[in-house]
């Protein structure tokens, strides 16, 4: 889907009015643009949906977070050609991050501009009726809560607006909210999503029931209100809607995205490429380039920047039998051997990049064969796995051992992973399962930006993460401009 949405105001930047860029999802219809300003807008379906799609189309730049959620974890380096490249991964990935950091100046702005598209819509979402009203509206209220538990993890508290925008002028009485508030926000919006939203969508990659499901269990999870999360995952669950896929191994292939494990997946596409001016712009998962390997010459993949590496740490968490290791981490000196015959036998080859590690995030690299519209590392196609089955189930795992010690449910819940991946069965309880959970969750889900947050929110960051201050690293800084642009109102976050 094609839409230009122009002059959304947002508050990021200083709250100020920002042209906006192109927005798209895989596999929606194009719809001509039209002026948000005009009187005559919210009187057809057709205009509701326009204004979704801009909201879905922040979607794609969460893949910052994504990769933030990584490197400021113990799973991976910031990597790069050299210690200065991409200065602000490289302060994340030590720990010393200031207010004036690019990258998570972008999270609050993106996520921000994601909030406005979304409010957009819901500040008219009373003033003309359809018959697919509900349907739309559910979408919209999913999309604000998933933007704003994303500032809220990266920030704490952050402004809250509730159908309206937030408009150029507003820096001047906006106040933060205090994130528990907030929280209470996000979960009145999902479970309006999960009243409204039907099972199955008629367009892949839109929001349905079980995603909002599984985002408001997860929002119960980080707040360790077990007994709600339990309650929304076994719902997941005992749908039957969604399984995991057995061969791992095809997991992140372009060729088996949107499969019977997501439960909510950001689509990405190549037909329309961008630039470093507006990496929010492309329509690929500019992440995707990032993790490549530099002026990589080599079968099945392409180049990239060699930026969030994973560490030796990582790799040998895994058993060397485990069916996800290879296809979850990019092993390249083994790789080179697998592959000596390439070229003629010149084998592949690659330059080493700044905190070369030997291996690269291989369920998020470029693969042969994209189009890679204009610069092919920030045009990838590769769809981000938001939310998967996986995850849904560990999550679930996690809620009854924590909750009421249901470890039995516990146990049936991990153990589903665990086989498909082709480890034995865990047999603890208590603490003792607790842990195993967590390092499953680490192992399953390495490389998709959520093991930092894990860390955080279990209490393990000050002892798991190098540099990591208790009391200041748990959320990061505002960003500096903010702060100035509301009159220096605002309390920084602690310890920055």
Not at 118 to 133: G, H, Q, S, V, Y
Not at 310 to 328: C, H
Not at 385 to 412: C, K, P, Q, S, Y
Request: glycine residues 8%; negative net charge; aromatic residues 12%.
């Amino acid at each position: 889907m094609k839409f230009r949405f122009t002059n959304i105001t947002y508050i990021a930047a200083a709250l100020v009015v920002l042209t906006m860029c192109n927005a798209c999802s895989d596999d929606f219809v194009d719809i001509n643009s039209q002026d948000e300003n005009s009187e005559d807008y919210f009187n057809s379906e057709t205009d509701y949906q326009s204004a979704l799609v801009g909201a879905y189309d922040l979607l794609q730049a969460s893949y910052v977070n994504v990769m933030i959620g990584e490197i400021a974890s113990s799973n991976t380096l910031a990597g790069g050609e050299s210690a200065i490249d991409v200065p602000g991964f490289q302060q994340i990935d030590n720990m010393s991050h200031t207010p004036q950091n690019d990258n998570l100046r972008d999270v609050w702005n993106w996520m921000f501009a994601g909030v406005n598209r979304a409010n957009f819509i819901l500040e008219f979402k009373d003033k003309t009726d359809f018959p697919n009203r509900n349907n739309v509206i559910g979408q919209a209220t999913f999309l604000r809560a998933y933007y704003y538990f994303e500032l809220t993890k990266f920030f704490g508290d952050v402004p809250l607006a509730v159908d309206e925008r937030l408009l150029f002028g507003d820096q001047n009485e906006v106040d933060r909210t205090p994130s528990s508030e907030v929280y209470a926000q996000i979960e009145m919006d999902l479970q309006f999503a999960i009243d409204n939203l039907p099972t199955v969508q008629s367009e892949t990659g839109r929001i349905t029931k079980g995603a909002a499901q599984a985002l408001l269990g997860k929002v119960f999870l980080y707040q360790d209100k077990f007994g709600q999360a339990a309650v929304l995952l076994d719902n997941v669950i005992g749908s039957m809607n969604y399984d995991l896929v057995m061969d791992y191994s095809t997991l992140f292939e372009n060729d088996n995205e949107n499969n019977i494990e997501s439960v909510f997946e950001v689509q990405y596409t190549d037909v329309e490429g961008a630039g470093f001016g507006c990496l929010q712009c492309s329509e690929g998962n500019v992440a995707v380039g990032f993790n490549g390997p530099r002026t990589f010459n080599g079968p099945l993949f392409e180049s990239g920047f060699s930026f969030n590496v994973p560490t030796q740490g990582s790799y040998d968490l895994f058993e060397d039998d485990d069916t996800r290791k290879d296809v979850a981490i990019l092993n390249i000196d083994q790789f080179i051997v697998d592959n000596a015959d390439f070229n003629n036998g010149a084998g592949v080859t690659f330059v080493e990049g700044f905190n070369h590690t030997g291996f690269f995030n291989r369920k998020y690299i470029p693969r042969v064969g994209d189009a890679n519209t204009g610069d092919q590392n920030l045009t990838n196609p590769n769809n981000y796995r938001a939310i998967r089955f996986a995850d849904v189930l560990l999550m679930a795992a996690e809620a009854h051992n924590r909750g009421a010690g249901m470890d039995a449910i516990a146990r049936t819940y991990l153990n589903r992973v665990r086989l498909r991946a082709a480890q034995p069965e865990i047999m603890s309880s208590g603490t003792d399962l607790t842990n195993a959970i967590y390092n499953e969750r680490r192992r399953e889900l390495m490389g998709e930006g959520q093991f930092f947050f894990d860390q955080v929110r279990t209490n393990r960051a000050a002892q798991e993460i190098e540099g990591f201050t208790n009391g200041k690293n748990e959320i990061f800084p505002i960003p500096l401009i903010e702060i100035q642009l509301a009159g220096n109102r605002w309390e920084q976050n602690a310890g920055y």
